[in-house]
């Protein structure tokens, strides 16, 4: 029966590609960024090179991204929102398509970013989307997709540490040593989920490419994990910052579907099942409140959401969250249908039909699965 639904999810694919070059057509040709613009295209295709093997994908993901390299603008600095995403991604096509010269150049010029992002006393926050989480991201990112060496253990160690230091000195601000050493905020908000907040920062210092010393995570990151753990509601699912106590928001972005990834991981490095047992528990929340009104994309709709079960799938091969993601694939394949609020950006990667076929081609091949611009 799932090889049945896979084919039908093929065909969809082929269906919802061709809607989306077509509204790409009135997209805006400036933004390059991968959250809505044209790198998330390009990093779609590459995904679909991925799943198939179809070298017209790739030619296609180079075209895309190609397009980006010329409007960046130095303002930003992550691989979401910034200049990082567009040259980490053209690193990655360039080195499949053996232009190893072209490939080392985006590498060089993603590693002219770090000097903005390694200063302490610059403005930049640390979260995934605008800050030096995000920049970490494209850095681990070029390492598992062209090679462990491309970017040098010295420089990753100085962009941890620069995320480690700015926590520790919030935290102390904030006298919050003890219970929460890992403090941030992003617009004097303290986030919590997994685009502006802790969740998202936790995730990615805890990437075994991170190399972040076991004492580091153990003493800081751990206990800063427990406390955003004791933060969750009763219904199992987390509040977007730390000061807000309504349980409304079911998303990637804001609340359990971007937590889990988080316990997930924390799950795999402290080997301790009390973390397992939370991310079961933002699985079975999701189950009942995940699928959204608010639209198909991956940041906060149906999609993102649906990335909790096959990264729970790929964890514990139980069926039952294969067979969650598909319930949640047949939502998407009904797409438009729901009245669902359109987006600002309706085929971009995090927020419209891009992300969507992003998760689609992802059931093709569950156990590969990768949730785009943040799960390694
Ligand atoms: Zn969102």
Redesign the pocket.
Known sequence: AFEAFQKKVQNKIKDLLQQMEEGLKTADPHDFSTYTGWTGISLLYLQLHRVSYDSSHLQRALDYVKRTLRNLNGRRITFLCGDAGPLAVAAVIHHHLKNQAESKECVAKLLQLQRSVISQDTEIPDELLYGRAGYLYALLYVNKEIGPDTVDDGTIAKVVTAILESGKNLSKEEKKTERCPLLYEWHKKQYVGA?HGLAGIYYMLLQPLAKVNPDILSELVRPSIDYVRHKRFRSGNYPSSLSNDTDRLV???HGAPGIVHMLIMAHKVFKDDKYLKDAVECGEVIWQRGLLRKGYGI??GTAGNAYTFLSLYKLTQEPKYLYRACKFAEWCLDYGTHGCRIPDRPYSLFEGMAGAIHFLSDLTHPEASCFPAFEL
């Open positions: 685009a998303h990637w972005c940041c906060h």
